[in-house]
């Protein structure tokens, strides 16, 4: 198997943006310590919004070039306008179903199942990915795809050695919990394969900034009436929930999803998101670093599988638009 340096970019690029995600789990529970979950989402798109608007304006103002003889999604997106009923809609689907419910159904699913429920449907997440992706985009699930899937989620599997005994999935008392997790998880697949379908008419930082502010304002409903927004609370925030606040939306949500929307741009989406069976395995080495935590010679070899798993699907295949 030839590994081309193309391929090479594409897989230090996904352990790139996935390490970059993996830095929110330490964040999302320093910022849930002062605010609810619909509180932070907000201010975490309200935030990368805006810090990702100045690229945008940029980017806007930049005269096109008419000499690249292969137009890519973010030339076939210039000149579309938002504002047009059709574009306009399309960013409210993509916030009211994959941006708004992903962080509140997980956090309010998590808080009522167990920990290792939680991690286990999580992993549901690159499975959901493929098969919208077969059916909204026209992705093809190859033998390679399938294979690349299993090798990463056994990868995940070997580091995060469940306690099978302990685990309630099928139990009547964390069910709905489980759903609500399982839920959240669509939402996230939803949000990956519909931004695949956006980067066909924009830019990414278009779908980004267009599809954040959009996520603000169908935010403003549930913080009226899930969680009243006073200023006293804003007042009460420390300086550790503004830096939390500023790693999820500059960091996570922000520069990650650029390079996320730059590699949808190059790979198919079922295949990016096998690479998202990394993200325990990037969380344990940067507990390790932050918290001083003990990695052992399991969670190395999970995390070594699961990178193979990623390695498999991008270096064996092309997307289905090359």
């Keep these: 198997m030839r590994i081309s340096r193309r391929v090479v970019v594409d897989v230090l690029l996904l352990v790139l943006v996935n390490t970059m995600w993996a830095a929110q789990y330490a964040a999302y529970k320093t910022a849930t310590a002062r605010m609810g979950p619909v509180t932070v989402s907000t201010w975490t798109f309200l935030i990368a919004a805006l810090t990702l608007l100045p690229f945008l304006a940029r980017e806007r103002g930049r005269p096109s070039s008419g000499s690249s003889s292969q137009p890519n999604a973010s030339d076939q997106g210039a000149g579309q306008s938002p504002s047009k009923l059709g574009n306009l809609a399309d960013f409210f689907v993509l916030a009211i179903l994959g941006l708004v419910p992903a962080p509140a159904l997980l956090a309010w699913g998590t808080d009522r199942s167990t920990a290792s429920n939680a991690a286990l449907i999580y992993l549901t997440i690159p499975i959901v990915t493929a098969l919208l992706a077969s059916v909204m985009v026209h992705e093809r699930m190859t033998a390679v795809r399938w294979a690349s899937l299993v090798v990463a989620l056994a990868g995940v599997l070997i580091l995060s050695d469940f306690d099978w005994r302990h685990l309630g999935l099928a139990s009547g008392k964390y069910a709905f919990a489980n759903v609500l997790i399982l839920l959240a998880c669509a939402?996230?697949?939803?949000?990956?394969?519909?931004?695949?379908?956006?980067?066909?008419?924009?830019?990414?930082?278009?779908?980004?900034?267009?599809?954040?502010?959009?996520?603000?304002?169908?935010?403003?409903?549930?913080?009226?009436?899930?969680?009243?927004?006073?200023?006293?609370?804003?007042?009460?925030?420390?300086?550790?929930?503004?830096?939390?606040?500023?790693?999820?939306?500059?960091?996570?949500?922000?520069?990650?999803?650029?390079?996320?929307?730059?590699?949808?741009?190059?790979?198919?989406?079922?295949?990016?998101s096998v690479s998202v069976y990394l993200l325990p395995f990037l969380g344990v080495l940067i507990s390790s670093v932050t918290l001083r935590e003990r990695i052992t010679s399991t969670m190395i070899l999970g995390g070594a599988v699961t990178l193979v798993g990623t390695i498999l699907v991008t270096s064996t295949e092309t997307t289905s638009g090359s």
């Design 187 to 272: 939402s996230s697949s939803f949000y990956n394969v519909f931004c695949k379908k956006l980067l066909s008419r924009f830019t990414p930082f278009e779908v980004l900034v267009y599809g954040y502010l959009c996520a603000v304002i169908a935010s403003v409903p549930l913080l009226i009436w899930v969680e009243p927004f006073r200023w006293s609370d804003v007042q009460a925030y420390n300086a550790a929930t503004w830096i939390a606040l500023l790693v999820l939306s500059v960091v996570s949500w922000g520069l990650a999803m650029v390079l996320w929307m730059y590699l949808l741009t190059r790979l198919d989406v079922s295949q990016a």
